[in-house]
Every structure is written in structure tokens, then in C-alpha cells.
């Protein structure tokens, strides 16, 4: 029984099908992490592949910020993605809203709507960041 | 009946999905090569599978998992059938049902791109299926046996006399195998129209379990394309270069519509397949 | 004051917008800015690298005639200036009904300085 | 027959931003198409009562991280009209290289999301490795890779020293090398062309009325190009809009591709002319006044408004940008097309969400 607990962490930590939902902001994040997956960087090395589709994802990138129409997206998302997942806020826009928080049609950053596991600073964050970001997640899956 | 036969379909079926899983796995490896990058380790469609094991099961309605676990075992009574050394025919049929329980999965559930999937899921099962059935009658021609069994021993090159019908099988195997340029029911690739098709509305462990019947498919016809030269090294090389060649044909095409699988490929195929057919009758 | 810019009356909006476009004139854009009172709304034209503007000085909650069918592209930037400014369009298509950019909860907002903007906020989760 | 509503959107893999389509498709044919907005909108044009004059130069290159450059330059240059400055050459010819190296990062991240709406990975992975020697210079002279933060009022916050210079000339002609290599794929390729070519077609006049702009009119056999205004340092250079005449999605694809090749001339003829001296124009001036001004993007033109009076705080800014214009010829598109090729010829506009929204 330890053995396949063992193993299923493993796999866990091993695969990762990601998804990236970019919110309201200027979109540098989003091509920041399709970067991260073309040949200079290769997310597919880690075994991260991008999957587009909620029902087969374990790692959420949210980037952009909540605003009032898209809360609702956001949730629904959430909500299709089977447990355990990983949720990674990319960018400050996702962090706190950044330099839109004042906007009128902004709420705030990702963790107003979704509790957010990783935070990866930055505007936008470099490919090698977001990297790092969902691997420094992989803890969450010990448990 | 003899009981110690049963031992060669038992192994089958559980070295098939691992052979499966391996040729995913190098499959990977090697496409992300070709295209500049350094890629997932081989054993990556292993990790893939069990980690969607130990996932929440949310399944759309009960229906769902039902037809997963008829699709995986109609998969895996294939091989087995098979590896029994059965009938070709029933294996013919065998195969029909397992696509058709693919099919009720995709399209009982309420999504549009998992329907649309499904449609278009049964007009490739429309092109290929008439090619499958000539590639069996061709066996039966050449070798006058039915069952794989006496094909297997039978032995001697196949391929030889159908060179023609072995491409057809191999456009079969592009179309069967999801690869491009005829991956628009349920590609791997996810930036695609359907969202994954067929497979959008399965997640956690019947995705698994259609992932595993996948496996099985693609060992069931890498075994079919290992009868066309029945002796172990033979066969082996037989099975490295038609993989080979899949991996180079899915990295140097786009993909294609279904509309223009319809028009350029539906009745060529099975044309080229009965051309050879005819040929090797006279 | 913009450069080669005369100002309309919203009733005879339609003529000018129909001399434009039979003189090979691109519709660019439009802006509305809130003054006291009522909108400013530009109407930006184009051609050959050569631009020229209609203003109309609307009041509060008037509607002003579409140009969509005069310019195809006109619904988007019609329905954008519903949203922010609350000016009607009559015989817009499609109608959005000021739900385009916003949602219902975020009212009309006047997007200008020194008119105050009217925004209700509810609390995320 | 069939027909059934499909919500393309807000989240799908083939948009990298929300943006929903609704499609009625009947018989995987779509009928009518409504989209949906609002999922991307900040209100940012409404920042001007919080920040400065100055501070909006940050917030206009935060409307879109595909063209930030030309926003930032395109918002300097508006400013810098009003207090009636104007930058020095160095200065606006350093705009024009970091502007064009800019559109070729886009138009390369736009090649590559188009071959892989086509599903062809392989090609994709290629683009997108060239387009990291682009990324690379873009990072090696201003610090970043998307919000590359060069403008400010009054001309650019960074020089470029010899060395600058030898690397982007260097880093372009592998990029050349690299594009020539994959021209017989994406131009010719039987299968691409199978999939490109008369799919959303879009007539000459009918874009036109639309009120198409950049590419896409360019493709339709328009020459229309707002750099022949000649702002900035434009003017000194000589050069002729990329116009193809199909109209349809290989045409798009056309255009971007020799665009690239045509930021590559102006980029080398500007290194070229490089004049020395100072790299900004002060002021103490507060803007006063009402201005419209257009630049090129690499999605088309952009038009800024800005109604200031002479106090720190804009008084309204208004940004009419290219996907907005684009927005009315893909809903003219769509209706007839095949359901397969939506996600092709939804992206051969190169729509930027952001950007529309704003």
C-alpha cells in the first residue's frame, strides 16, 4: 500500500496537464507561457503537457486580473477541474490586480475569487519563472 | 479445451497496454526531438496514466464510465483474441463494437464538441474499416487460413505481394492512431478545434481507462501489421519502421479536414486495397 | 480643437456620414467625451492617410441615430460608447444594451475626468 | 440536419485570451455567429483620473503585451505633440528599431499560433524557436522580453551602444536564414495550402467598408500602411506596404511573413542611420490641448485620442486599436465557414483581446 501511495505521488509530481487562463490583463503572461512550452524552454521535459480542456487539467496558470465578467469563467473553471489540482497565479495582475487595480471594472487579483497555491511575481514573469512557479508547487501532492 | 493455451492471451493482455504505453512514450520522445526540444522521459505516458487513476472521479452521467470500461474491454478482448490465435473476422467485429462503445461515450453526454467528436469519430471508422476487411481477405487469399493462428504459422513474407495493401493499412493506422494529418476526432495535441473531442467530457480515471483502450488498440494493430511478415525478426523490423514512419508522417503534416478525408481518401483507399486484392487473385 | 473637425447636428448625422462614405471616406473610429452636462462624440474618418472628424454634442440619455447601415463596422464602436456614456443608438445591430463590455452590477460610467463615476462594486468570491 | 450551438470560448486552448464565440453550427457548418466580450475589459482608459500624465505611459504599454512598444510610442508621441516637444533623431530612430523588432516578435508569435490552430506542432515548435532569437535581442537591449519599457516622454530611456547594434544585426540575419528555411513549408506545403487557402475569404471592398486595418486589408489588396504617414523616423526611410490580393487566410499569412522580412530592411537601414546625440527631449510642460494620433501596429492602426487641460491628469483618453476595427470583419467572416475552420480563420485576424477591450 506505501508502495503505490509512493508511487502515485511520483506520478503526481511527474505529470502535470496544465491549463492557462488569462484574465483581464495585457496578455504578457499568457505568450510568456506558451514560450515556456516551445523548444527553448520545453515544459514538456518536466512532463507538463497543455491540455486546453478543465476536465483533464491538474495545474491551473490564472494570469490577469478579476474583473466582473470573468469572475463567473474563473469559477466555472475551477469548479470542472477534478481534485487535487494546483492553482499558479502568473504575473502581477493575477497577484493583486497591479496597475489596473484602480480601474473601474477590475476586482483585484486572482486570490478574490480562487485560493491560490503559488504566486510568480513579475510583469511579465520570464518562461523561467513560471517554471519554476508550478514546480515549486509539486509540494501540495505529498499530502 | 486445452488450459495452458489461455496463458499466451493472459500475457498479452497485460504486456499489450505496456508495449502501448512504451511506443506513446517513445512516440513522445522522439517527436519532441524533431521538433528542437528535449522531451518527456519514455516512461511519461506510465506516470500519465496512473496519476489519472488516483484523480476525483467526476463522471457526466452513469452512462459514461459504463461505455469506458466496454470500450477497454472490448480493446483488450481484441488482443486477446488475437494472441488466441482467433478468427480474423471476429476480430473484425470485436473492433467495430469497441469504436461503437467509444462512440455512445462521446455522444451521451451534453456537450457539442464531444458529439461533434463522436461524428466524426464514426466517419473515419466509415473509411478504415473497409480497408481492415480487405486486408483480412487478402490474408485469407494468400494463405488460406482465417485464423491468425495459422497465418502466424503459415509464415513467409506478406509483404511481398501487398505492398499496397500494407500502405492502406498504414493510412489506417494514421487515421486509427490519431496522428496528423487525420487527428480531428480526439488529437493528443490540445490547440484544436474540438477541444480534444471524443475525449473532452472524460476526466480522472475513465479518461484512464480510455487512454489504456488506446493502448490496446494501437498493440492490436501493430500485431495485425506483424502478420504480414510472420517470423519474429521480421516482424520486429516490420513494427520499427511502420512506428517510425507514423512518428514522421504526424510531424510533417497539418491537420486535415474530415471534409477532405471524405472526398480524397474514402473510396481511394479501399480502391488501392482492392486493386491489390484483384491483383493478387489473378 | 481637432484639426479638420465640424461639428453636426444628430439629425443630420446621417447625411454627412452618407457623403463621406460615397466620397470613399473609412470610418476609424469614434470617441465620446463626457462634458457637463451631455457627450462629446467624435466620428473619425479616413482616407488615403488623411483624416477628418464629425462632433456631435449630445444631452444626457439622447439617442442618436446608427450608422451602421451606412458603416458595416459602426456596431462596435456604437455599442462600446452605449456602455460607457449611456447614449442610446437607434437601429443598432447587433444591440448589446449596454451589457458589452460590462456586466449588470457595473453601471454606466461617464470615463472622463470631473465627471464623477458611478460604479458599483460587489465583494469578489 | 443538426444544428446545435457551439460556445467557442471563454475558455478555449485555440484563444489565448477569453473572448466566446457563439456559433450555431448546422451540419458542421456555421449559420450565425455572436460573439461575447467583457471578459478582458479593465476600463483602463478611465486610469486617467488616478495616475499622471507620465505614469500612463506605463499603463498605455500594459494595454497589450503582443505590441506594448508601438502603445507606449504611439502614447509618447501624442504627449509630446501637445507640450510641443520633439524627441531627438537618435531618439526616434531608436523608437523605430525597438517598434520593429516589436512587430516582428508579434507577427512571429502569430505564425506560430497559426500553424498550430492548423494542429501542426512541428512547424509551431519551429516558429517559436526562431522567434526566441528575437526575444533574446529584445531582452539583451532594454532589459525585457514583452513589456520591453523604452519610451518616455520626450524620446527613450535607453541608449544602444555599438555592440547593441553588431548584436541586432547579427541576431536578424539568423532570423532571416531561419524564415527562408521554413518559407517552402508555410508557403507552398500542399497540406498547408489545402487548409489556408480560400478559407475566409474577405473581399477588397468589403473590408474596406468594415473598416479593416493593417494585415488584413493588406491582404485584401488594400495598401494601406500608417507608417507612410512617416512619423517618427519613418519618414527618412523608404519602404512600400506588404499588399497580397487573395484575401483569404494563405494571403494573411503572406503578409505577416513578408512583413517580417520588411521590419528586417527598416531595422537594418535605421542601425544604419543611427545618428549620435542625445537620446531625450525634457520638459516641465503639463500637456494642454485635444489631439488624434495614428501609428502602425502590428495588427494595424491605433488611433489615440487625448483631451488635456493643462493640469497633471489627462482629461480623457481614448484608444481605438486594431482588433477593435478587425472585430466587425470576423463577424462577416464567420457565418458559412466550416466548423473546423473557425479557429484558423478567427486567428488569421490576429485578434488581441486585450487590445479591444482595453
Known amino acids: 500500500m506505501g508502495m503505490m501511495k509512493h508511487l502515485m505521488v511520483r506520478s503526481r509530481r511527474r505529470s502535470l496537464w496544465m491549463m492557462h487562463f488569462c484574465l483581464g490583463g495585457c496578455n504578457g503572461c499568457s505568450i510568456e507561457i506558451m514560450a515556456a512550452l516551445t523548444p527553448m524552454y520545453d515544459l514538456e521535459r518536466f512532463g507538463i503537457l497543455n491540455t486546453g480542456n478543465p476536465k483533464h487539467t491538474d495545474v491551473l496558470l490564472v494570469g490577469g486580473s478579476v474583473n466582473h465578467r470573468n469572475r463567473r469563467t474563473l469559477k466555472n473553471l475551477i469548479d470542472q477541474i477534478p481534485a487535487p489540482r494546483l492553482i499558479v497565479a502568473v504575473g502581477t495582475c493575477a497577484l493583486t490586480g497591479g496597475i489596473f487595480n484602480e480601474a473601474y471594472n477590475i476586482i483585484g487579483g486572482a486570490n478574490r475569487v480562487v485560493d491560490v497555491d503559488v504566486y510568480v511575481p513579475g510583469c511579465p514573469p520570464k518562461p523561467e519563472a513560471v517554471i519554476d512557479g508550478i514546480l515549486s508547487g509539486l509540494d501540495k501532492f505529498e499530502q | ?282 | 480643437m481637432l484639426e479638420s473637425t465640424s461639428l453636426v447636428d444628430a439629425d443630420r448625422l446621417h447625411s454627412h456620414a452618407g457623403n463621406l462614405k460615397e466620397n470613399g471616406w473609412r470610418l476609424v473610429g469614434m470617441t465620446g467625451v463626457a462634458r457637463e452636462g451631455g457627450v462629446d462624440l467624435f466620428y473619425h474618418f479616413d482616407r488615403e492617410l488623411k483624416m477628418t472628424n464629425l462632433k456631435v454634442e449630445t444631452e444626457e440619455d439622447e439617442t442618436i441615430p446608427s450608422i451602421g447601415d451606412q458603416f458595416p463596422g459602426a456596431w462596435i464602436h456604437e455599442n462600446e460608447i452605449q456602455d460607457q456614456f449611456g447614449i442610446r443608438f437607434d437601429g443598432l445591430d447587433p444591440d448589446y444594451r449596454r451589457l458589452f463590455f460590462l456586466e449588470e452590477n457595473v453601471e454606466a460610467t461617464p470615463i472622463c475626468r470631473g465627471v464623477s463615476a458611478r460604479v458599483s462594486k460587489e465583494p469578489g468570491k | ?358
Open chain 2, 1 to 282: 479445451m486445452n488450459l495452458a493455451k489461455l496463458w499466451v492471451p493472459a500475457a498479452a493482455v497485460i504486456a499489450a497496454p505496456v508495449f502501448g504505453g512504451l511506443i506513446a512514450g517513445i512516440d513522445r520522445k522522439i517527436s519532441a526531438r524533431l521538433q528542437g526540444r528535449y522531451g518527456p522521459p519514455i516512461l511519461q505516458p506510465f506516470y500519465d496514466l496512473y496519476k489519472l487513476f488516483g484523480k476525483d472521479p467526476l463522471a457526466v452521467n452513469r452512462w459514461q464510465p459504463f461505455f469506458a470500461a466496454m470500450y477497454l474491454f472490448g480493446a483488450a478482448a481484441s488482443v486477446a483474441w488475437l494472441a488466441l490465435g482467433g478468427d480474423l473476422l471476429v476480430l473484425f467485429f470485436l473492433t467495430t463494437f469497441t469504436v461503437g462503445f467509444l462512440v455512445l461515450g462521446a455522444s451521451c453526454v451534453p456537450s457539442p464538441f464531444s458529439r461533434a467528436g463522436a461524428g466524426r469519430e464514426l466517419l473515419q471508422a466509415l473509411v478504415y474499416e473497409p480497408v481492415l476487411i480487405l486486408v483480412f481477405a487478402a490474408i485469407f487469399q494468400q494463405t488460406g487460413r482465417w485464423d491468425a493462428a495459422g497465418v502466424w504459422r503459415q509464415g513467409g513474407v506478406l509483404l511481398a505481394q501487398t505492398p499496397l495493401l500494407y500502405l492502406c493499412l498504414f493510412l489506417v493506422l494514421v487515421i486509427k492512431l490519431r496522428k496528423s494529418p487525420f487527428d480531428f476526432s480526439a488529437s493528443p495535441h490540445a490547440h484544436q478545434e474540438l477541444v480534444r473531442g471524443v475525449l473532452t467530457e472524460y476526466s480522472g480515471p475513465f479518461l484512464a481507462m480510455v487512454e489504456l483502450g488506446h493502448w490496446y488498440e494501437t498493440a492490436l494493430l501493430l500485431m495485425i501489421c506483424a502478420l504480414f511478415w510472420s517470423s519474429v525478426p521480421g516482424s520486429a523490423i516490420l513494427v520499427a519502421a511502420t512506428v517510425a514512419g507514423l512518428i514522421f508522417v504526424d510531424n510533417l503534416f497539418p491537420r486535415l479536414t474530415w471534409r477532405w478525408m471524405m472526398a480524397r481518401i474514402w473510396l481511394p483507399l479501399p480502391g488501392l486495397a482492392l486493386l491489390n486484392l484483384i491483383w493478387l487473385m489473378v
Open chain 4, 1 to 358: 440536419m443538426t444544428v446545435s450551438v457551439i460556445p467557442v470560448g471563454p475558455q478555449h486552448p485555440v484563444f489565448l485570451e477569453p473572448f466566446q464565440l457563439k456559433l450555431v453550427v448546422e451540419d458542421e457548418v456555421v449559420s450565425e455567429a455572436l460573439p461575447r466580450f467583457g471578459y478582458v475589459h479593465r476600463g483602463l482608459e478611465a486610469l486617467v483620473v488616478s495616475k499622471d500624465f507620465r505614469q500612463m505611459t506605463r499603463v498605455a504599454e500594459r494595454i497589450c503585451g503582443i505590441c506594448s512598444a508601438i502603445h507606449g510610442m504611439t502614447y509618447c508621441r501624442a504627449i509630446e505633440k501637445l507640450l510641443g516637444i520633439t524627441p531627438p533623431p537618435r531618439a526616434q530612430m531608436l523608437r523605430l528599431v525597438w517598434s520593429e523588432l516589436h512587430r516582428m516578435h508579434s507577427h512571429l508569435l502569430w505564425l506560430g499560433l497559426f500553424a498550430e490552430a492548423m494542429g501542426f506542432e512541428s512547424l509551431f515548435m519551429q516558429i517559436f524557436r526562431i522567434r526566441e532569437t528575437v526575444m533574446d535581442i529584445l531582452e539583451q537591449t532594454t532589459g525585457n522580453r514583452v513589456i520591453i519599457s523604452v519610451n518616455v516622454i520626450g524620446g527613450v530611456r535607453r541608449d544602444l551602444d555599438a555592440e547593441g547594434a553588431d548584436g541586432i544585426r547579427r541576431a536578424l540575419k539568423k532570423v532571416a536564414g531561419d524564415l527562408e528555411r521554413i518559407r517552402p513549408v508555410l508557403v507552398d506545403d500542399y497540406s498547408v495550402r489545402k487548409r489556408t487557402e480560400e478559407k475566409g475569404i474577405l473581399a477588397k471592398e468589403r473590408a474596406y467598408e468594415l473598416g479593416a486595418v493593417g494585415p488584413v486589408l493588406r491582404a485584401s489588396g488594400i495598401s494601406q500602411d500608417i507608417r507612410r504617414t512617416g512619423y517618427g523616423a519613418y519618414g527618412e526611410l523608404d519602404f512600400e506596404p506588404v499588399v497580397e490580393s487573395g484575401g483569404d487566410c494563405q494571403a494573411r499569412c503572406k503578409v505577416r511573413y513578408r512583413e517580417l522580412f520588411q521590419s528586417m530592411d527598416l531595422i537594418r537601414s535605421g542601425l544604419d542611420r543611427l545618428s549620435d546625440g542625445e537620446i531625450q527631449t525634457k520638459s516641465k510642460e503639463k500637456p494642454e490641448g485635444e489631439i488624434l494620433v495614428r501609428s502602425e501596429q502590428p495588427r494595424g492602426e491605433v488611433v489615440y485620442y487625448i483631451r488635456a487641460d493643462g493640469s497633471k491628469h489627462l482629461q480623457r483618453l481614448r484608444i481605438r486599436t486594431p482588433t477593435f476595427a478587425n472585430m466587425a470583419a470576423l463577424m462577416d467572416l464567420l457565418p458559412g465557414l466550416d466548423l473546423a475552420d473557425v479557429p484558423l480563420v478567427t486567428l488569421s485576424l490576429d485578434p488581441c483581446i486585450a487590445c479591444t477591450e482595453r
